[in-house]
C-alpha cells in the first residue's frame, strides 16, 4: 500500500491551485490503475503551515504496513520513516530562479528544505526536464536520492476535446492564473487595452488583493485606468472552469517563469488556441501546439499573436490532433503508471 501526503488537496494550502490539481489527478489515476493508497489528511488543527508539517511528521513515523510514501509537493519531514521509502515530488525551483519570488524566511526555509532532499530522499520527481535541470543547477547532484521526470497529469475527460459553441457576441479572451510577479498580470492587462473593444478579457484564478493591486499600480501607474478592461472571476470549480474555456477564444499565458504549466496543456487538450511565453517548460511540455512569444516585454509581439489566434486560429482537425496528442501523452492513468514504477506499487 502506498502512503499519499494528500495536504495539497486542503484550499488552506494550495488545494484549489496547481498543487491540488497536480494531487487530484494523480489520485484518480492510481484509482483508474488499481493502485491500492492511503491518504493522509492534512492536519488535525486549525489552519497554519506549522500545523501541518507537525501532523505529517507525526503520521510518517507511526506509518506501519504501507510499501512507500509520497510527498507531492516537496517536503520531507525533518524525522523520516526508515523502513519506507521516501518520494518528494519538485514542481519547480521558482524562489531561487527569481529572485524576490519568495520573502526572507520562505526562503530560508525552502533552502533547507530543497537541500535535505539530496541525502534524505529515496527518489525525486521532477515534473519537466526543465525542473530538473534548473534544481540540479541550484543544488547539485544528490547523494543517495535516484532521480525522475515524470509530468503532470491532466483530467482527461474533463479536459477532452469536443464540439465548442462559442458564446454570442464579443469573443472572450482568458488566463489562468493565481496573482504572483512571475506571472507577468501587467502583460495580460495592457492587452486588454488595447483589445477591450473586440475581445472581453477575464483573469481566472486567485484574484489580487487590494493591497497587491496599490503595490501593482505603484510599480506600474499606467495599469490603474486599465483594470477596468479585465474581468476577475476568482478561482472556479472544474466544471465552471472548463465551461468558460469551451466558451473562449484563446488562452494567452504571459508568463515569466513555469515549472510545467498546466493552463495551456489543458487548453489545447480542449482545443482553444493558446498564445504564451517561449519558455523551455512551456516548450517541452507543449511542443509546437501554441503560438510562442519570444520578446516577451514586447507588447507588439503579444498584439500580433493574440490578434493571429482569434483572426486565424489553427484548423479545427489540427487542433484535434494537437489534442490527441496532448491527452496521450499526459492522461491520469498513463502519469500514475509512471509514478507507480518510481514508487514499487501496484
Known sequence: MLAIFAYT???????LGGAGSFT????????????????????????????????????????KDVQALLYPNYYLPP???????????????????????AGRLKTAWLNLAFGTLLRRAHNIVFISQFSRRKYLENFGKPANAKLWVVPNPIDEVSFAFGPRAAAAGTPRVITISAYYPHKNFETFVRLANIFHR????????????????????ARA??????????????????????????????????SRY????????????????????????????LEGR???ITEIDDLRCWAAGLESALSSPPSWDQRAFWSA????????SSVAAQYANVLQVR
Open 79 to 101: 524525522l523520516r520513516n526508515h523502513a519506507f521509502p521516501s518520494t518528494v515530488v519538485v514542481h519547480d525551483t521558482l524562489f531561487r530562479d527569481v529572485p524576490g519570488s
Open 24 to 63: 487530484r489527478n494523480l489520485i484518480a489515476g492510481f484509482d483508474a490503475i488499481g493502485v491500492v493508497y492511503r491518504r493522509i489528511p492534512s492536519t488535525r488543527s486549525p489552519s497554519s503551515n506549522a500545523h501541518r508539517f507537525v501532523s505529517e511528521q507525526w503520521h510518517t513515523l507511526r506509518l
Open 9 to 15: 488537496l486542503d484550499p488552506r494550502f494550495g488545494g
Open 198 to 217: 473586440d475581445a472581453r478579457f477575464t483573469v481566472i484564478g486567485r484574484s489580487p488583493s487590494s493591497q497587491q493591486l496599490k503595490h501593482l499600480v
Open 290 to 292: 501554441a503560438t510562442f
Open 258 to 285: 513555469e515549472g510545467f504549466g498546466m493552463p495551456p496543456v489543458e487548453a489545447v487538450a480542449l482545443g482553444l488556441p493558446v498564445v504564451a511565453s517561449d519558455l523551455p517548460a512551456l516548450r517541452e511540455t
Open 221 to 254: 501607474p499606467d495599469i490603474a485606468g486599465m483594470l477596468k478592461h479585465v474581468e476577475f472571476t476568482g478561482y472556479l470549480d472544474q466544471e465552471k472552469l472548463v465551461e468558460l474555456m469551451r466558451e473562449s477564444a484563446a488562452l494567452v499565458f504571459p
Open 325 to 332: 496528442e496532448i491527452i496521450q501523452k499526459f492522461n491520469r
